[in-house]
């Protein structure tokens, strides 16, 4: 190959034996580029640099074993096995094989010398290694490995063998032509952060020197994979920070004086703001009074009142000769917002419309209609407000609630809505999930923060008992007591199944025999399957109290409020998250009136289990349920992964990197200060073209 030819950028099909067959399957691997190889670390290693004397040999090890044959026979135990004596003067091993072949059997005469690797067992014969890796040796016996043997994350029909040879010829190429693979940390900023070389650190990982603990460089703490973690988080970073400056490049509308219109909003309004409403309120002020677009994320625990901060901040740009929208990521919650919205605006005067995938025909060519001519002021809606056939007048605050839920890419979409007036909305993001710091600082690195960090006045914290399936009937009983006296109930059925149906059968059981248990309730039911309008009259029969009972699949999640309702019961809940199940128990605990959850489990429980519905039962504040939630079942789950692009780390683990995160911050800084042109490069590397390309201003 030529020099002026970047080896490390071309395909993988520029490698010796590789054919479209083998690219495919490497393609399953995400591997692409000559330099992609470079970046498939290993999972673990082997240690076959070194040959261990039988008679120090434990179960467990893994090991290169080289002894004398002292005999080879077929043995008729519960399975027929060939079973080979090996001595090697500290002690005997036995190698057994249960699929062999009489050629094999024919190998392991006495005397033959054999070296054999594999995991020694204790077996019926004392320790025994089944299947092992092996060779007869001549008298000129190869040497043994000089490097420990790196397993990769393999596909079907792409073995070890196959991989580490290519990942070889990649290392050679890498050697050849060093400056195909700039470190675009600079020999200053190592020095200053303390960071090995890029190559070297490949180099380790790959072939690492038999003085390396294996243990060490596979649970990611040696400095050479702590190096690549690093520099990934710093890729993550460094491209959130683009979409950051994309979206500053833009022009804001200059929002100073919502302050009449706000006024008139805060005096119908039944109750005034906290403290934490109001400060968080003014950082918006001060946001949207700017020509930057505002990009806040609001957090703020179950029942914190976000709604109403979304209402000010919507009224700001409203005020200002502007409309705004707020999305919601379930159809119950956006028709929810859509009925708190009419109820506050329309009294001011101002046009609430509701646009969701479900509203077809006439209907929806009206509402889009009046969103293009502006009559509807203030939208809100599901991510049918993303859709390409949505055209506002002038959209000046785009508010996005639970924004876990949608990703940085969908944020965008619908910053794009402001276009057409030649604007960019400012962006408002709340979130009741808690983000703990560190996930904060990389997913979150493109929004500044403003926590509400206090509930409203006279909530009682809800009660929480976790109590066995058995106890049923109890749970019925507490259910009729409570109703009887004039206060409401959540049934939430989880997830049972994989499948919605299933779910939403299961929740028409559980009605049927709730409605036989407590005839002389009234009991509703809503689930995903029910049309929006239907699921919208059980949900409006609740609200106004004509149920007393509402059975309900996890649709009712997210947001939904009915003060009245102190009682819930959560059956299963060992089957959802942390964060899930605080969700929805901030359903109940709205009003005054004392609150109680019940967690209905299935037994036995799992010590996993037990655990995370002992912190429910301690604990309501919601931070510390996240950092619990992200403890037990890691940051993939938490945030919903997929959305946030965090699982396509291919290094760095959030948990076991956390600490590296309070480092990419100032590295980032650090980078974008001395080379600013290294910024690019290393998005493309680590998140791909795509994403290289969609900095792009
Ligand atoms: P969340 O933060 O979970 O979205 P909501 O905005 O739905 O919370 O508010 C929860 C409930 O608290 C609603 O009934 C809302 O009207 C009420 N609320 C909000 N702010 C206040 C306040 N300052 N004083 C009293 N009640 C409030
Ligand atoms: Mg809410």
Known sequence: MSADINALDAPVTSLKGV??????????????????????????????????????????????????????????????????????????????????????????????????????????????????????????????????????????????????????????????????????????????????????????????????????????????????????????????????????????????????????????????????????????????????????????????????????????????DCQAAMMAPTEILAEQHFRTFRDWFEPLGIEVAWLAGKLKGKARLDTKAAILDGRARMVVGTHALFQGDVHFQRLGMAIIDEQHRFGVHQRLALREKGEAGGLTPHQLVMTATPIPRTLAMSAYAD?????????????????????????????????????????????????????????????????????????????????????????????????????DLLVATTVIEVGVDVPNASLMIIENPERLGLSQLHQLRGRVGRGSTESFCVLLYHGPLSANSRERLAVMRETTDGFRIAEKDLELRGPGEVLGTRQTGLAQMKIADLERDAELLERVAPLADALLLSHPDASQPLIRRWLGEEAGRYGQV
């Open 447 to 547: 929004l500044d923060v403003s926590v509400i960090d206090e509930l409203p006045p006279g909530r009682t914290p809800v009660k929480t008992v976790v109590v066995p399936d058995e106890r049923r009937p109890d749970v019925v009983a507490r259910i009729r007591h409570a109703c009887a006296e004039g206060r409401q109930a959540y049934w939430v059925c989880t997830l049972i199944e994989e499948s919605e149906v299933l779910q939403c059968q299961a929740a028409e059981a559980t009605r049927d025999e709730l409605t036989e248990a407590l005839p002389e309730l009234a009991i509703g039911l809503v689930h995903g399957r029910m049309k929006a309008a239907d699921k919208a009259a059980v949900m409006d029969a609740f609200k106004a109290g004509e149920l």
């Open 19 to 320: 054919g479209e067959a083998l690219a495919a399957k490497l393609g399953r691997l995400r591997i692409a580029s000559v330099a992609d190889l470079l970046f498939h670390l290993p999972l673990r290693y082997q240690d076959r640099t070194r040959i261990t004397p039988i008679g120090t040999l434990r179960a467990g090890h893994e090991a290169v074993v080289e002894g004398d044959v002292v005999a080879g026979e077929v043995v008729r135990g519960r399975r027929r096995s060939l079973l080979v004596r090996l001595r090697d003067g500290s002690g005997i091993l036995s190698l057994r094989f249960f699929h062999f072949s009489p050629a094999q059997q024919q190998q392991f005469q006495p005397g033959v010398r054999v070296r054999c690797f594999g995991e020694a067992r204790a077996g019926a014969t004392g320790l025994e290694i089944y299947h092992p890796e092996y060779r007869l040796l001549s008298a000129d016996a190869p040497p043994v490995e000089d490097h420990l043997t790196p397993i990769y994350p393999a596909t079907e029909g792409l073995h070890q063998t196959r991989l580490r040879a290519l990942i070889e010829q990649a290392l050679s190429l890498l050697d050849e032509q060093p400056e195909a693979l700039p470190d675009w940390i600079d020999s200053e900023l190592r020095r200053r952060f303390g960071l090995p070389e890029l190559h070297h650190c490949l180099h380790v990982l790959h072939q690492p020197t038999p003085d390396i603990n294996p243990a060490q460089l596979a649970s990611g703490q040696h400095p050479a994979s702590q190096r690549l973690a690093l520099e990934e988080l710093l890729a993550h970073r460094l491209s959130l920070r683009q979409v950051r400056l994309r979206i500053q490049k833009d022009g804001a509308p200059r929002l100073p004086s919502g302050r009449n219109l706000q006024a008139r909003f805060l005096t119908q309004l039944p109750f005034s703001l906290t403290g934490a409403q109001r400060r968080v309120l003014d950082e918006i002020s001060v946001d949207v009074a700017g020509e930057t677009p505002m990009l806040r994320l609001v957090q703020g625990d179950v029942g914190s009142g976000k709604t109403v901060v979304a209402a000010m901040a919507a009224l700001s740009a409203i005020a200002g």
